[in-house]
């Protein structure tokens, strides 16, 4: 076997993996096509890779693009498709510029920076968190078509234009929170160092979250209207996406599933073409993708393509070997597929976006706070307590100050808390939701060897200058006076710090030592 020039064993690579149809650039078939999987898993076992980057060992680079992919755009062009990571790119630079990039490719961003999230209960698309798994595929709105087939009644294939016909079926609007399993992440990588997937369990910040107002059609309908209904064996409905993923060597379409129970006891598993009255970006999936209300990110499959409904959960490696939630001493040594549990439903948690560790807040004896609070799986933020000490006192957010209540999205909260205390100071945030649930105090209560859903109240360390104290406020002035600033807090002072005469009265009436 050989692979020289975009040719294997002298065939083309485009002959063996073609674009699959008319209008769908970037995306090829590899479930339905057991045989063109086993020689594209030939090629890539037969080749080396540069190595995944490595980043839980020390500081991330303060580069943007944080990470580079190497590993993954090599993939892709040993399978000639290195047209779909050029795509990619150029699709990030016009639909996410402002972007934290954390990874190029696949392309993983956040929000920035992160308190753009705090300004409107919705998050505007262009500054809205991508995950990518794969490249993006370009897809003509006016050849696609939904394929659904398994375990239903009738199986179907929609044209888009059907599916976005009101006379055929009913549309709605929700509002909803999508959230990736690994935001704030990089809490439990300082904590510990955990599992180093090859698609990067990605070092996300309290940013891999956003709201939109998706409109489309709830899948319950377009089941019952447009197959009939799914079969009595059906337990799982499987998303496939038009993506190419690799795992171990092995390549495959994006696919995972969520429960029939799910689908069928709420309209919010939607088919989705609008985000936020625009049409989908096609980073966020056009022109169809699913939103799994309530659950992890990973479930709202984008650049849907085909669903399959099933007796049991997908067998893509998304759905079944990762996404896991494991024991706190469970990891390289010892980790096995069927010693973490499967996560769906989204906890309770909660991030301060403003101010951030390590901001010198020169205040008056109380310090605003700003952040986001959500609870997946139809609960909603009920209560948001802000501790000024690390965790004994809270102050509860009081409910004009925060955004209006929905079963699927998130509240955002702001709150005046007294500060008296000066220099630095830990402030924490946690909720509570419509069931009581609330947060572990402490990443370590919930570490995990996936990394996964870091619910522990986030924590942020600033540093207090309370000028309503007469010393602080003398000092503000004489730094002042003098042109300086305050910060950075480690640059020393210019001037002495006390008069000596003065100094010298202190010790007469207090001495450094004791007199007998
Ligand atoms: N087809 C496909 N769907 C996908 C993914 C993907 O890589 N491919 N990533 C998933 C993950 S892990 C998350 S968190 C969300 C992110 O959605 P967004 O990029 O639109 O914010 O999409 C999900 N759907
Ligand atoms: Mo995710």
């Known amino acids: 076997m050989s692979l020289v020039d975009g040719q294997y064993n002298g065939v083309p690579l485009s002959w063996l993996f073609p674009e699959e149809k008319q209008g769908w650039t970037g995306y090829v078939e590899w479930e339905k096509s057991p045989d063109k999987k086993r020689v594209a898993n030939g090629i890539l076992k037969s080749q080396k890779f540069s190595p995944i980057p490595e980043f839980q060992d020390g500081p991330l680079p303060k580069t943007n693009p944080i990470l580079i992919g190497h590993r993954w755009k090599e993939y892709h062009a040993a399978l000639g498709l290195k047209s779909i990571v050029e795509f990619s790119w150029k699709t990030v630079l016009k639909e996410k510029h402002d972007m934290l990039h954390v990874l190029d490719f696949p392309y993983n961003g956040e929000t920035l920076p992160k308190y753009i999230l705090g300004d ?268 000024p000490d690390g965790g004994h006192v809270w102050y509860p957010v009081a409910q004009e100050d925060m955004t209006q209540k929905h079963y699927y999205a998130w509240r955002l909260w702001k709150i005046e808390v007294p500060v008296d205390a000066e220099g630095w100071l830990e402030f924490c945030v946690r909720t509570w939701d419509s069931s009581n649930n609330t947060e572990p105090t402490y990443v370590r209560s919930a570490w995990n060897w996936d990394l996964h859903v870091t619910s522990s109240a986030h924590r942020i360390k600033i540093y207090s200058v309370n000028r309503s104290k007469p010393r602080t406020a003398m000092r503000l002035k004489q730094l002042e006076d003098m042109g300086e600033s305050l910060e950075p807090i480690s640059k020393p002072l210019e001037f002495t710090l006390e008069k000596f005469e003065d100094y010298e009265a202190a010790s007469q009436k207090y001495p450094r030592e004791p007199r007998d």
């Open 120 to 387: 409107g209960k919705i998050t505007q698309n262009k500054h809205f968190f991508v995950r990518n798994h794969g490249g993006i595929p370009d897809i003509d709105p006016e050849c696609f078509e939904l394929e659904i087939g398994g375990l239903v009644k009738t199986p179907v294939r929609i044209p888009l234009k059907d599916l976005k016909d009101p006379s055929k079926f009913p549309q709605i609007s929700i509002t909803a929170t999508l959230q990736c399993s690994g935001t704030r992440r990089r809490e439990q990588i300082d904590e510990y160092p955990g599992d180093g997937d090859e698609l990067i369990n990605a070092p996300w910040g309290e940013g891999a979250i956003g709201t939109a107002v998706w409109r489309g059609v709830p899948l319950k309908k377009v089941l019952k209207i447009a197959c009939g209904g799914v079969l009595p064996e059906c337990q799982h409905l499987e998303f496939v996406g038009a993506d190419t993923y690799f795992k171990k060597y092995e390549v495959y379409n994006y696919a995972v599933s969520v429960p029939w129970r799910k689908v069928r006891q709420s309209e919010e598993v939607l088919l989705a073409w609008e985000m936020n009255g625009e049409p989908l970006p096609k980073i966020h999936g056009a022109p169809l993708r699913v939103v799994v209300a309530g659950y992890i990110g990973a479930r709202s499959c984008k650049w849907v393509c085909r669903i399959n409904a099933l007796a049991e959960p997908s067998f893509g490696p998304v759905q079944r070997q990762e996404y896991l939630y494991y024991n706190q001493q469970i990891g390289k040594h010892n980790v096995l597929i069927s010693n973490g549990f499967s996560i769906q439903a989204m906890p309770v948690s909660s991030a301060i976006l403003s101010p951030k560790t390590k901001d010198v807040v020169i205040h008056d004896g109380s310090i605003e706070l700003k952040g986001w609070a959500y609870s997946g799986n139809g609960n909603w933020v009920e209560r948001v307590e802000v501790s």
